[in-house]
């Protein structure tokens, strides 16, 4: 195989060649059938080692030029995939390595997962006042708030570690605070017996 794609930054079995580079963004921006950051593509692909940032860009550059993939929103750098692009998708994404489409595909689904749920529960990050920051949690039904949380942590990067924690598993916070104010333990498991150990 050919490869011209600087390797800096690519894993082992990772995209080394500008046209599979190209063919894999129009295999996940069809298989996901919408609009989608340009950026946030990039960075998930380059992040994970699949391929070079200087690549993606490259391919992406490419791919517009070509028609494969037009912008939706340039101001925002949203792009989608062309019925040219979705063909090259069909006919030519079995070349690519089956890990490569999958760890791709399921990065990306976790990203669209992640940002409706930073949407539907939104966690803001406030300097408080004596110093430190407050980190407010809310948790919708998509409606209406059923649970809103402020915690106190000293610096930013507790700030941060709280925030993604939470999103890693939301469900977890909100039945563990359920159980406990409403003492109903066996919302998570627990028996009278564990609780009062």
Do not use: H
């Not at 011209?4 to 990772?14: L, M, R, S, V, Y």
């Not at 500008?18 to 992040?47: A, M, N, V």
């Not at 939706?72 to 006919?91: A, M, P, R």
């Amino acid at each position: 195989m050919y490869f011209d794609a600087f390797p800096a930054g690519i894993e082992p079995g990772g995209l080394r060649n500008t046209e599979d580079i190209g063919i894999l963004i129009c295999y996940i921006l069809s298989r996901i059938d919408k609009p989608f950051s340009g950026d946030e593509l990039t960075q998930l692909i380059q992040s994970n080692g699949i391929a070079n940032y200087f690549e993606i860009n490259s391919a992406v550059s490419e791919l517009i030029k070509q028609n494969n993939i037009r912008y939706s929103d340039e101001e925002n750098n949203i792009i989608e995939v062309t019925k040219n692009g979705k063909l090259i998708s069909q006919q030519l994404s079995s070349e690519l390595p089956s890990y490569i489409r999958q760890k791709a595909l399921s990065l990306v689904l976790k990203l669209i997962e992640r940002k409706q749920l930073e949407k539907e529960n939104p966690v803001t990050i406030s300097k408080a006042e004596n110093g430190g920051f407050d980190v407010n949690i809310r948790i919708t039904d998509g409606m209406r708030d059923l649970m809103s949380l402020t915690v106190f942590v000293p610096d930013i990067s507790e700030a941060n570690a709280v925030r993604d924690n939470f999103y890693d598993d939301p469900e977890r916070l909100y039945t563990t605070l359920l159980s406990v104010v409403t003492n109903k333990y066996e919302i998570i498991g627990k028996s009278e017996d564990d609780k009062n150990e």
